[in-house]
């Protein structure tokens, strides 16, 4: 069963603009979330994670997040991108008594100018 | 801090042949994984390594994929033979902590960049 759906397989936006990458996971238990960075020809890098406390997470590079239980969403904004966060973006999940890391489908985020 | 290195980078090779990539993860990191990340999908868990037991390989084709890290430090993933389907990229991850702990569930996975497989 699928636990994590990004919404969106490509989001193209103009440079200076806000952005939102959608998330959403299933579970009834709690868990831990996560949002990762894949910049072309390279390896994953952790932006922000969610783990408990203050649902708005702030992360590198000017982006945040927000956990909201109730939609079962971790959404990724940034209120304005730049030519260099063209990536891909991985939302991932772990859920609370497993052991592994589940990602979802990924987002490509292309920056034009 | 030196990261995570991978080799080859790419790779292409004919179904039915044996390939195998390496990977050694940042000093110290217990835990090891690797990951098969087919073109536009996210990357999906094949093995987990503590040291140089395996903590889950549910998702590895036991059939034609093996791997192994003999001494707790660098690890090889072996396909044998190979079918078309394999062609992805072969990413390996590392944390610190042990597997299994609050500590390292919540810690951030350090991963290489990847082998990019091609099966012809």
């Known amino acids: 069963a699928q636990s994590v759906t990004q919404l969106d397989s490509q989001v193209p936006v103009f440079e200076e603009a806000p952005v939102e990458l959608r998330c959403n996971y299933s579970?009834?238990?709690?868990?831990?979330l996560f949002w990762y960075v894949q910049y072309p020809n390279q390896g994953l890098q952790l932006l922000l994670k969610?783990?408990?406390?203050?649902?708005l997470v702030k992360g590198i590079n000017g982006f945040e997040a927000e956990f909201n239980k109730s939609q079962t969403s971790f959404h990724l904004r940034k209120p304005s991108v730049h030519i260099s966060d063209t990536a891909e973006y991985f939302c991932?999940?772990?859920?609370?008594?497993?052991?592994?890391?589940?990602f979802g489908q990924g987002t490509r985020l292309t920056i034009n100018p | 801090e030196a990261g995570v290195a991978q080799s080859p980078r790419y790779k292409i090779i004919e179904k039915r042949q044996s390939v195998a990539f390496w990977c050694n993860p940042i000093?110290?990191?217990?835990?090891l994984y690797w990951y098969q990340q087919i073109l536009g999908q996210g990357p999906k868990l094949l093995i987990q390594?503590?040291?140089?037991?395996?903590?889950?390989d549910s998702q590895l084709p036991k059939d034609r994929f093996s791997a192994e890290r003999l001494k707790g430090v660098d690890s090889t993933l072996k396909i044998q033979p190979a079918k078309l389907e394999d062609s992805a990229v072969y990413l390996c991850?590392?944390?610190?902590?042990?597997?299994?702990?609050?500590?390292?569930?919540?810690?951030?996975?350090?991963f290489g960049p990847g082998t990019r497989l091609t099966v012809l």
């Open positions: 991932a999940v772990i859920l609370q008594g497993a052991q592994k890391l589940v």
């Open positions: 579970s009834s238990v709690s868990v831990y």
């Open positions: 969610y783990l408990s406390g203050s649902t």
């Open positions: 000093s110290g990191h217990a835990t």
């Open positions: 390594f503590q040291n140089n037991g395996v903590v889950d």
């Open positions: 991850a590392s944390i610190a902590g042990t597997s299994g702990s609050s500590a390292s569930l919540m810690s951030e996975q350090f």
